[in-house]
């Protein structure tokens, strides 16, 4: 029996953990944040766990003696953990704080393929891929010669694997792909492309920065090399993602940036590296912001990534049925099975920019242009679209609002 | 629905008074809004005297990027290109009759960006173009 999402006491509880959602977004007209993909909005306990840090723990970390800097220590050490259990990754070790997935996809493109890619070495991305997994790998290609091809996007939205088949016969050294599009809401079938990689020999890096936040994702299921993700989409604050690195990689990548704390030893002219996970973390860290991820983790986990996933599953099927009455339009990606809760929109001809400025008079947040996916619109031969996407917080009142309002945009532009 | 998408506005976008190409032209230009791939591409003709005589403009972008972009070319018929280098951001917004966040006004004087680009006759569009 599949998991069940929230009945609605628990819902209305729920709500009521967000403060932003009491806010009016014009006078008399209340928020819908459906623009969730972008960035999440933040649980009380979160916003409490950074402000109680630094109303009274504030200090350094990792050097000092003093008893705020043990506490601000072990609270940000505590938070590793917390990622560490909530992605099950073998060891804290393997859990590199960055300041976002974009940050950790570069932390991977700087030092591993700077370490292991010659000229003329193949890395396979995806056509649907996001700014962050394409732009490092083309800064890669033109600084050493590294090849980029790319698993095609069917019509449906779909990665086609049988293309990518035939493509793993040119034995590339990475695979590097998100677990789910920001755009389409596809959720790729991620394990199987992993393990498709290895058997070509291949490295894998999974984007799970939609993924991580919506759905159970398990690094030992998944078998991912690595996995980049970031708190701000997550309930967590921004400032602050996640690198997870299987234990031997690590170890054996040259540094990222160099600094303090990312080393065991300093002379003028040489230095040693620290150990994991700290040899990629070189400088003071965003401490507030790990405490507030080991939060919006807590969170999470407390209310069960299961159920989420059963909510936001049911939300959204919801919501393609609903915006499939609005006449003149039409939804990009996969059925509802295939995807999560992110639903990309044209609306007759009207463009995305117009479609989100009405809507926010209306008190609903969407977001309007290509996402950070040029390539994936170019691919539907679009120039933009209006997302709308869904988390935990929102419910079918927010996405009937969005239908009706949609309704009345259509009418203004007849 | 709202006072931002003035009746003027949803008219102009609709119906174009001044969408299309010149050809022959004294002056073309075209740019586009990275932000959103609005594009827009001006064509003037000018007569001995340096008076904008006829004026179209083709592309593709938002209500208002193309409400204001029909406006600005309308108001500036019969303007010298003197006058036309004067143009600033105030006064499309006093076209539009709007007010505009950061994000928008983009949108709105990408037309006038153009317009003065072409006429100055330079190599690319600047956002210097269009400060007040």
Known sequence: ?414 | MDDLYREIIIERYKDPLYRGELNPHDITFEDENPLCGDHIRIDLRVDEHGTVTEAAFSGHGCAISQASADLLLESVIGKSLDEVRGLGKQDILDLLGIELGPVRLKCALLSLKVLKAGVYGMGEASDDLVED
């Open chain 1, 1 to 414: 029996m599949a998991t069940s999402s929230f009945n609605p006491g628990e819902l209305a509880n729920l709500l009521k953990d967000f403060p932003i959602l009491s806010r009016e977004v014009h006078p008399g007209v209340s928020l819908a944040y459906l623009d969730s993909a972008a960035t999440s909005q933040k649980p009380a306990s979160v916003i409490d766990a950074m402000d109680e840090y630094y109303r009274r723990t504030n200090a350094n970390i990792h050097r000092g003696i003093h008893m705020l800097a043990e506490e601000a220590t072990a609270k940000y050490e505590d938070a590793r953990q917390k990622v560490a259990r909530f992605i099950n990754a073998h060891s804290e070790r393997e859990i590199i704080f960055t300041r976002n997935t974009t940050e950790a996809i570069n932390l991977v493109a700087y030092t591993w393929a700077r370490a292991n890619l010659k000229n003329g070495d193949l890395v396979i991305l995806t056509e649907m891929e996001h700014h962050s997994n394409l732009v490092p790998w083309q800064i890669l290609a033109s600084e050493r010669g590294i090849r980029l091809e790319f698993i095609p996007v069917t019509d449906e939205g779909l990665l086609d694997l049988d293309a990518y088949q035939q493509l793993l016969a040119q034995e590339p050294r990475l695979v590097s792909f998100m677990h789910m599009s920001n755009v389409l809401g596809t959720i790729n079938p991620a394990s199987e492309i992993v393990r498709m990689a290895h058997a070509a020999g291949a490295v894998a890096l999974v984007d799970g920065a939609q993924s991580v936040p919506h759905f159970p994702v398990d690094v030992q299921d998944l078998d991912a090399d690595f996995l980049a993700f970031s708190a701000h989409k997550m309930l967590g604050p921004t400032g602050i993602g996640v690198l997870y690195g299987k234990e031997a990689l690590l170890n054996a990548m040259p540094p990222f940036l160099g600094g303090g704390d990312m080393i065991k030893k300093v002379m003028l002219r040489s230095f040693s590296a620290n150990s994991l996970p700290h040899k990629f973390e070189a400088g003071t860290p965003a401490i507030a912001e790990g405490i507030g991820l080991g939060a919006a983790v807590d969170y999470l986990t407390h209310t069960g990534m299961d159920r989420i996933a059963a909510y936001e599953h049911e939300l959204t099927s919801y919501a393609l049925d609903r915006l499939s009455e609005v006449s003149g339009l039409t939804v990009i990606g996969p059925r509802a099975e295939l995807r999560g809760g992110v639903a990309a929109f044209t609306l007759a001809d009207i463009h995305p920019h117009d479609v989100a400025q009405l809507l926010d008079r209306e008190g609903l947040a969407v977001r309007a242009g290509h996402h950070c996916a040029m390539p994936l619109h170019q691919r539907f031969d679009l120039p933009a679209t209006t997302r709308a996407s869904f988390y935990l917080y929102n419910t079918r009142a927010d996405i009937d609002r969005l239908a009706s309002a949609l309704e009345r945009v259509k009418k203004l532009f007849g």
